[in-house]
């Protein structure tokens, strides 16, 4: 199963890379600045909780990669992630707003601070266990916040609760409103139970990364 996960992820990579070299639009972050009303109700503010499909933490995205927020909006447009509300918000930019959006959270908050190569944390032996059958630092690196390639998210330090809802909606199959597309997280998560992954999620969210929130009045 590792070979064959090994396989698609380098293909994946392939896919991926040529796809965003074909349709990167340059984003501007002072145009970014102008555009975040709809994200800051949610995404500004320091433990804000969404209740859909159930209640966790909005993931936090200053810090985030650039083309992986570009790609996950992408595919709320696509209808690729199920969920009404990101798919609105998602419908409503164009491709520029995209781009300036996404190049604007990129450098938010950054404080230049360079991370170690690989997590100080020790997972137990369980979850090295679990890391090892998921390939995760495959795609996402060594220390889960460099991934191999930009359009992969980066994933240390994400909200616990975030990560759990996100490995469990990779599983959910003809639902309208709930899951995510993606053959290769798909193939990852169905290997694992409910209880394995939330003890990914949870060993994961205590690693140190870029991540963060940065509080913003959503009444500027």
Known sequence: MNKTLTTLFALAVASVTAVSHAQEAKGDVEAGKQKIAMCIGCHGIVGYQASFPEIHKVPMISGQSAKFITAALVAYQKGERKHPTMRGIAE????????????????????????????????????????????????????????????????????????????????????????????????????????????LANYISSVDGDLHVVPQSRFR
């Open 92 to 199: 409503s930019l164009s491709e520029k707003d995209i781009a300036d959006v996404s190049a604007y959270y990129e450098q938010h908050g950054k404080t230049g601070a360079e991370l170690p190569a690989k997590p100080g944390r020790e997972p137990s032996v369980q979850v090295a266990e679990l890391l090892k059958k998921g390939a995760c630092v495959s795609c996402h690196g060594d220390n889960f916040a460099k991934p191999i390639d930009p359009s992969y998210p980066k994933i240390a330090g994400q909200h616990a609760d975030y990560l759990f809802v996100a490995l469990k909606s990779y599983k959910v199959e003809k639902n309208a409103n709930v899951g995510r597309n993606n053959a290769i997280m798909g193939g990852v998560a169905k290997q694992f139970t409910n209880a394995e992954l939330k003890a």
